[in-house]
């Protein structure tokens, strides 16, 4: 054998061993992509279900109404000066009830009305960091009035920035909400709009506190770098962790910042992005952020291939997210159907109408009042006794109302129903 036909022998073999590792490469992507699209239900559980229940979120304080909090501090996160951070410790000297995070708090404010005096409003905010006995701590961005328009400014956002300082006493009440991130090993992708990385600093400081080695990865989508919410601290925890993934968005950087320097992609949140960042791997996507990224996103993550199970989201509106696998409660579908609500205490018997929204809007329509606060299901002042008959959801709620009673900002009769309003 010559030294030639030598070298082509193993040239030959060194090209036939390079297929071979492409083809396995390939084949176990593709299962990875199978697992991606089918998988899902087989590897999720349902949030709220004690197997994904942390130790340290089991009930261990007072957790029914609301309850007196100091703030210890407040801080500034972001060069615009737009978002603070409230740290919350109680005022009673009590242990703090835990949370999963993700979860939120809900707030009674006494906010100054229009005529000079105060007026009670409910309000509820996410938690910004992970779990500690020591305090709770919240992240607000105030919500100015928008330009060339007759809409005020937020009014709790601007409490909270205008008139509580340290030292400051507020009502809350404990932890709730079913957007949390669960204890398993599978890879997790955060997706953040503005002032949606609330939850997710929250679930990512758990995350690499718990559970280092867990593939993570944040996409985190803002207009410029004035909006980044504590950057230092993440980008420190990019260094850190070789297995979190930072991915800094913006859709309209200021002249002097530079992509690969400054942040990572220039334009906002897509799957198309995602789709070039990301392995084919099984993904859990939980994505918070304004619903107009939520209405394109958390579609397309479904055309992709992704399984419903694996998409988990809390937007500005969460009942305005169409989900196309989503199961919705049935409701009436026509005027004709015979279904009456009652609300026993006003004294008033109506026929229901599909086309009334849901049993808050239908009884404000009717001149009924009744006790609201966020309107989504989140803060449960509209909590209200059934008397008979039932009531459906087409969204799960996030707060869980007591036995026999409902939320009336998102439910809708499903038979004749009497209400204790």
Excluded at 120 to 139: F, G, K, M, V
Excluded at 259 to 280: A, K, S
């Amino acid at each position: 054998m010559t030294s030639f036909s030598l070298l082509l022998w193993i040239a030959s073999g060194i090209v036939l061993q390079l297929a071979l590792w492409l083809g396995i490469s390939f084949w176990r992507h593709w299962l990875d992509y199978l697992a991606l699209r089918g998988r899902g239900p087989a590897l999720h559980v349902p949030a709220g279900q004690d197997a994904l229940r942390a130790p340290e979120a089991m009930d261990n304080g007072p957790r029914q109404g609301f309850r007196t909090f100091r703030v210890e501090r407040k801080v500034v996160e972001d060069a615009a000066h737009s978002v603070c951070s409230f740290y919350l410790v109680p005022d009673d000297g009590q242990p703090l009830p835990a949370f999963l995070p993700g979860q939120f708090l809900t707030f009674r404010l006494d906010a100054p009305a229009s005529a000079g005096d105060s007026e009670q409003i409910i309000r509820c905010y996410s938690l910004s960091d992970a779990p500690c006995p020591d305090y709770y701590r919240i992240s607000i961005k105030r919500v100015p009035a928008p330009l060339g328009s007759d809409v005020p400014p937020g009014r709790s956002s601007n409490y909270f920035h205008d008139r509580v300082t340290a030292g400051s006493l507020l009502q809350v009440r404990a932890p709730s909400g079913h957007f949390h991130i669960d204890r398993g090993d599978t890879p997790v992708v955060l997706v953040a709009g503005g002032i949606g990385i609330t939850p997710m600093l929250s679930m990512l400081n758990w995350c690499l506190a718990n559970q280092p080695g867990r593939e993570l990865w944040l996409f985190y989508g803002v207009r410029d770098g004035r909006e980044l919410v504590m950057k230092a601290h993440l980008e420190a925890l990019a260094a850190e962790h070789p297995d979190f993934h930072l991915r800094l968005c913006f859709s309209n950087p200021l002249p002097e910042e530079i992509v690969g320097r400054d942040y990572q992609h220039r334009g906002r949140i897509d799957v198309n992005l995602l789709r070039m960042q990301l392995p084919f791997k099984p993904y859990h996507f939980y994505i918070c952020g304004p619903t107009p990224m939520m209405e394109t996103l958390v579609p397309a993550l479904e055309e992709w291939g992704v399984a419903d199970s694996h998409i988990h989201f809390e937007a500005f509106g969460p009942a305005s997210i169409k989900r196309k696998q989503a199961q919705t409660a049935p409701v009436a579908e026509a005027a004709d159907t015979g279904i009456v609500v009652t609300f026993a205490r006003s004294g008033k018997q109506l026929p229901w109408r599909p086309d009334a929204g849901n049993l808050l809007e239908f009884a404000e329509a009717n001149g009924i009042s009744a006790s609201y606060g966020c309107r989504a299901g989140s803060c449960g002042t509209c909590q209200t006794a059934i008397r008979a008959g039932e009531v459906s959801y087409r969204e799960p709620p996030d707060f869980d109302p007591e036995p026999g009673s409902c939320l009336l900002c998102v439910g809708v009769p499903r038979t004749s129903v009497t209400l204790e309003a």
